[in-house]
């Protein structure tokens, strides 16, 4: 009449995932501030404020979130505010976002409503142009040798 009846099957207890597995990410919550720079090698999500470059494998900033400093990602999905320079693959940004600062991507996704105040380029035309201005000579010179015992300008004696 009373049986006992059996337990239904559980789960097993999981294991807590390791910073370098892909289904990992770090909070920073609605209450903290971070002053310095940020790298996270998984997934980040911020609500609070970052005062500092941000480096992650994915970025996620709720509308709550700040960030003042470059950020540089795989992917992010952007609903609060940056101040600083974005360079990201594949960017979303939602219409929450207010974003002051240069954006650079690969795909680019705007809703209606957000604010930028910045330049946008392509992700690829960026890096090109950094290539290029490295290969070039700097301003003032024409590539041939200087002395730097005679003064430039004047005439050489002979």
């Known amino acids: 009449?009373?049986?006992?009846?059996?337990?239904?099957?559980l789960?097993?207890?999981?294991?807590r995932?390791?910073?370098?597995?892909?289904?990992?990410?770090s909070v920073i919550g609605q209450d903290v501030t971070i002053r310095g720079d940020v790298e996270?090698?998984?997934?980040?999500?911020?609500d609070g404020k970052v005062v500092g470059d941000l480096s992650c494998a994915s970025l996620v900033q709720g509308e709550s979130g700040q960030v003042e400093g470059s950020i540089r990602s795989e992917n992010a999905r952007l609903s609060g505010r940056v101040k600083g320079t974005i360079e990201v693959r594949q960017l979303v940004i939602l219409k929450s976002a207010?974003?002051?600062g240069d954006v650079s991507y690969e795909t680019l996704t705007?809703?209606?409503g957000a604010s930028v105040e910045g330049r946008f380029a392509?992700?690829?035309a960026k890096n090109a142009n950094k290539t290029a201005?490295?290969?070039?000579?700097?301003?003032?010179?024409?590539?041939?040798?200087?002395?730097?015992?005679?003064?430039?300008?004047s005439p050489a004696a002979a």
Do not use: C
């Not at 009449?1 to 099957?9: L, W």
């Not at 789960?11 to 294991?15: I, W």
């Open 122 to 124: 392509p992700y690829s």
């Open 40 to 46: 996270a090698s998984a997934d980040l999500h911020v």
């Open 98 to 100: 207010r974003i002051d």
């Open 133 to 153: 201005q490295q290969q070039l000579p700097k301003p003032g010179t024409s590539g041939e040798k200087v002395d730097a015992l005679k003064p430039q300008g």
């Open 110 to 112: 705007i809703e209606q």
């Open 1 to 9: 009449m009373f049986s006992k009846k059996p337990e239904p099957n």
């Open 11 to 15: 789960p097993e207890v999981m294991e």
């Open 17 to 25: 995932p390791v910073a370098n597995q892909s289904a990992t990410f």
